[in-house]
């Protein structure tokens, strides 16, 4: 017996109906979706949220990490032109 597929629109929609407060059994009895199908979609989806916060934390820490790096380089670079710029004055 071939497994039934689900369309990515009847999952989201089951999600949808889990995400609103109703039960698994609920949904699964009206959809026609098994028990553990959902229970799996759902484990699914919630893998796929967490590692984009994941992401965005460490985005905005790089982030952080990077603009102090500038500054430092910034303040580098105008420190070494103003001393090069005393040293040529001096010999002219």
């Known amino acids: 017996m071939a497994k039934p597929t689900y ?3 009847q999952m989201k929609v089951a999600l949808s ?5 109703r039960s698994v059994r609920d ?9 553990q199908t959902l229970y799996r979609w759902r484990a699914r989806l919630a893998q796929r ?3 984009a916060k994941e992401k965005l ?3 905005e ?5 990077l603009r102090r790096k500038f500054a430092e380089l910034a303040l580098d670079y105008a ?14």
Do not use: M, N, Y
Request: hydrophobic residues 30%.
């Open 27 to 35: 949904v699964s009895r009206e959809d026609g979706i098994p028990k």
């Open 7 to 9: 369309t990515k629109g």
């Open 49 to 51: 949220r967490r590692p």
């Open 79 to 92: 420190t070494l032109r103003a001393a090069l710029l005393k040293d040529v004055k001096g010999e002219c």
């Open 61 to 65: 820490a790089e982030h952080r990490r």
């Open 57 to 59: 934390r460490f985005l």
């Open 17 to 21: 109906k889990l995400g609103a407060g």
